[in-house]
């Protein structure tokens, strides 16, 4: 059973910056194995895409919506991987879930992952 810890949610006015961090954690987990998404829902919309790591070579991707302004990243020493966020707008608010598959690479689909964590809540002021 592989477990996923969202955190580094807030409130943050338009333009600033926020962090998130999913860390992972399992029995007879090994994170090199494990692609990782990033997904945001806001209220009455669908769970969407935001950003994605591949296992092994680490290579991401992006949602057009947030391209410039997030980047991806992982420490697999630490089990933990990053979404910085900056520049962000309104229409960025949501909950924001991290979501991991064991797989090279899962894609910015929410139904190729298997495990999921609780989400953070980033909402964004005008």
């Known amino acids: 059973e592989v477990q996923l810890v969202e955190s580094g949610g807030g409130l943050v006015q338009a333009g600033g910056s926020l962090r998130l961090s999913c860390a992972a954690s399992g029995s007879g987990f090994t994170f090199d194995d494990y692609a990782i998404g990033w997904f945001r829902q806001a209220p009455g919309k669908e769970r969407e895409g935001v950003s994605c790591?591949?296992?092994?070579?680490?290579?991401?991707f992006y949602a057009d919506s947030v391209k410039g302004r997030f980047t991806i990243s992982s420490d697999n020493a630490k089990n933990t991987v990053y979404l910085q966020m900056n520049s962000l707008k309104p229409e960025d608010t949501a909950v924001y879930y991290c979501?991991?598959?064991?797989?090279?690479?899962?894609?910015?689909?929410?139904?190729?992952?298997?495990?999921w964590g609780q989400g953070t809540q980033v909402t964004v002021s005008s």
């Open positions: 979501a991991g598959d064991r797989t090279v690479a899962a894609g910015m689909h929410p139904s190729s992952y298997e495990y």
């Open positions: 790591i591949s296992s092994g070579d680490g290579s991401t």
